[in-house]
C-alpha cells in the first residue's frame, strides 16, 4: 500500500492547481452513473441504437451488482483520505467503500459498449473515461488498484454484456426457399 500512497501523494504535490481544484470534481461528478443511466434509457427509445441501449443497460445492472452489491461490502476497503488524515478533500466524503472504483468501472464499461458499436467515439469515450478515472486519485477518493479493478472489471463486464446482446437478440433471416410451379 506505500507504493499506492506514494503515487496519490505525488498526485496531489505535483498537479494540484486552482485548474484542476475546479475541473477534477466536476469531471468526477460527470462520471457518476447518472450519464451512463441516461445515455441508455435514451438509446432504447429509438429502433437503431436500442441493441447498444440494451448491451449498455446490461452492462450498467451487471457492474451495479458486481461492484456495488457484491465486492464493494466483501473487500471493504476503507478510502485513501480516511487512512491517511494528515489529507483534506475537495469534495464531499464518500459514504461506501474503496475498492473498486465504481466511477472507474461504469466509465470504463460504458467506453467498452460504446468502442463495440463505433471505435472512433470508442476512443474517445476511452479517453474520457481515464480522465474519470484520474480525476477520483487526484481527488484522493481511490488508491491506484481500486481504479485498476475498477477498469479491468467494467471491461469485461461490457464484454459480456455486450455478447450477450448479442446472443439474445440474434436476427434470424429465414432463407426464401425456390419454388418452381
Known sequence: MDWEFYILNQ?????TSDFFDTMMPLISLIGNGILWVLTAV??????????FGRSLTASLLMGLVTCSLILKPIVQRIRPYDLNQTISIIVQAEKDFSF???HTFFAFGTATIIFMYNKA????AYLFAALIAFSRLYLYVHFPTDIICGMIFGILIAVAAYKIEKMLFVKTHTPKMNTYE
Open 42 to 51: 435514451i438509446c432504447l427509445v429509438f429502433k437503431k441504437t436500442r441493441p
Open 121 to 124: 467515439l470508442g476512443i474517445a
Open 11 to 15: 498526485i496531489r504535490q505535483n498537479w
Open 100 to 102: 473498486p472504483s465504481g
